[in-house]
């Protein structure tokens, strides 16, 4: 099964996500990446659910986030995410958080595969290309 490698997806920043200024809480980052590795996985054929269901959990073991403008309450954000050649048990994620043409984050994660005890695992052949 080929693997996707780049793909787009859209936020909204939710009231709940935001501190007191409406500005998106720095958590919220994660879980947007979360959302973009998720859809990027599902647009190449494989859901997270198989993924569980044939033993390969992935946990992320890396994550790096440069803040460049502040995300606020209510604006649409596109993630972009990159996925770099697989090696061994890792896969690496770069992505590109854009407001229109303003760069607001990039981003970086690596996860790793592990089997239901936790025993790092090599990268399962559906997720390669």
């Known amino acids: ?3 996707v490698h780049d ?5 909204r920043v939710r009231y709940a996500e935001c ?5 998106a809480h720095h958590s919220a980052y994660a879980v947007w990446l979360e959302i973009a590795r998720t859809e ?6 494989v859901s ?4 569980e269901a044939a033993g390969v959990m992935i946990v992320v073991a890396r994550l790096s986030i440069r803040f460049r403008r502040p995300a606020l309450y209510d604006d649409l954000l596109d993630i972009h995410t990159h996925l770099q050649p697989i090696h ?5 994620h770069h992505y590109r958080i854009m407001r229109g043409s303003d760069l607001i984050a ?4 690596t996860v790793v595969c592990v089997d239901a005890q936790g025993k790092l695992q090599p990268v399962p ?5």
């Open 106 to 109: 990039d981003a970086q994660t």
């Open 19 to 23: 501190d007191p200024m409406r500005v």
């Open 88 to 92: 061994g048990v890792k896969i690496e």
């Open 48 to 51: 997270y659910r198989q993924l």
């Open 40 to 45: 990027l996985l599902r647009q190449g054929g």
């Open 7 to 11: 793909a787009t997806i859209q936020v």
């Open 1 to 3: 099964m080929p693997t």
């Open 125 to 129: 052949a559906l997720l390669q290309s």
